[in-house]
């Protein structure tokens, strides 16, 4: 018997912009996971800062 080819065709009445979004949204909603444990291992690994570098306390000069 040979093999049938499934061919399948959606309907999709929005526009390519909003399909694209919604795409997108649900790609960051499933993955949020990753990227928050990415996140705190990435924080667990990096030295602690020191409290009195003047890098980030908004003093003007």
Excluded: W
Excluded at 17 to 33: M, P, Q, S, V
């Amino acid at each position: 018997m040979k093999d049938r080819k499934l061919n399948y065709r959606f309907h999709n009445p929005n526009s390519e912009a909003e399909t694209a979004d919604y795409i997108l949204k649900i790609f960051i909603e499933a993955n949020a996971g990753k990227v928050e444990a990415a996140i705190q291992e990435a924080a667990a690994t990096l030295p602690a800062a020191s409290e009195e570098s003047d890098c980030c306390q908004g003093r003007s000069a």
